[in-house]
Nanobody, 119 residues
Framework: QVWLVESGGELVQAGGSLRLSCAAS????????MGWYRQAPGKQRELVAT??????TNYADSVKGRFTAARDNANNIYLQMNSLKPEDTAVYYC??????????????WGQGTQVTVSS
């Protein structure tokens, strides 16, 4: 199995910035696409960003221009979050897939890290 561990979530004021990290390990499958999801209380999990093995990225409309995803050669990924808004408050999850198409289901998930944006 591929193991994912997120870190970096904390309380931050609106307009501030935060950088999330996800460390990947294990040999369950060859990681291709990785991504970030978030889930706010009472709401369903939503896609925030995906990043391919070539570092090609896709973003949700709600975060375009504010969030930036990146990855290194060890399959660790990052999410730079700028101009944070209270509506960004959620548990953020890292995910990994063996597929090259970001629309395919993710197969491995981290435990999540809490991001809270105060107004």
């Amino acid at each position: 199995q591929v193991w994912l561990v997120e870190s970096g979530g904390e309380l931050v004021q609106a307009g501030g910035s935060l950088r999330l990290s996800c460390a990947a390990s294990g040999s369950g499958f060859n990681i291709n696409v990785m991504g970030w999801y978030r889930q706010a209380p009472g709401k369903q999990r939503e896609l925030v960003a995906t990043i391919g093995s070539d570092s090609t990225t896709n973003y949700a409309d709600s975060v375009k221009g504010r969030f930036t995803a990146a990855r290194d050669n060890a399959n660790n990924i990052y999410l730079q979050m700028n101009s944070l808004k209270p509506e960004d408050t959620a548990v953020y999850y890292c995910a990994a897939s063996r597929y090259s198409d970001y629309r395919m289901p993710f197969e491995s998930w981290g435990q999540g890290t809490q991001v809270t944006v105060s107004s």
